[in-house]
């Protein structure tokens, strides 16, 4: 897994969201985003992260920064995950896992002993030009927005 550094070109990506549309990153030139890739849409680490994106909806709006969540889930789930918890951000389908691995947040992981292969809950804040302003790995579901608010200041 490479990590990327603060200063770094984003990696470029187009995947589908939960509404079946394709969403790319030069969507946002010009734009701030906060991408944060998770394991599982509605399981309690990743309901906690994405919810705790949506009730910063004003906050972001205020910093003009964009939010979008990115995981293995299928569209269609994305798309339930989404009606739930009323989330109204897009949610990305990376299911062959590749923009992960381009943002290094796909890599070795973990539980009860068992190694395997999976999605490393992480954050990343990208400037207007497409470069890294803040890169969090193994965030904690409700550091995502403090993460990125540290960095806006």
Not at 68 to 83: H, L, T
Not at 123 to 143: C, M, N, R, T
Request: include cysteine; charged fraction near 30%.
């Amino acid at each position: 897994m490479a990590e990327l550094k603060v200063g770094a070109r984003a990696p470029a990506f187009t995947l589908q969201d939960q509404e079946g549309k394709k969403v790319s990153l030069s969507d946002y030139k010009g734009k701030k985003l906060l991408l944060y890739f998770y394991p599982k849409a509605d399981t309690p680490g990743c309901t906690k992260q994405a919810c705790s994106v949506r009730d910063s909806a004003t906050e972001l709006k205020k910093s003009k920064v964009a939010a979008v969540g990115i995981s293995p889930d299928e569209p269609a789930k994305q798309k339930k995950f989404d009606e739930k918890y009323n989330l109204r951000f897009p949610l990305l389908s990376d299911a062959d896992h590749k923009v992960a691995a381009a943002y290094g947040a796909w890599g070795k992981k973990s539980m009860y002993g068992k190694t395997y292969e999976g999605i490393i809950r992480s954050s990343f804040l990208i400037d207007e030009a497409g470069k890294i302003a803040q890169v969090s790995y193994k965030v904690k579901p409700l550091d995502t927005i403090p993460n990125m608010k540290k960095a806006l200041s």
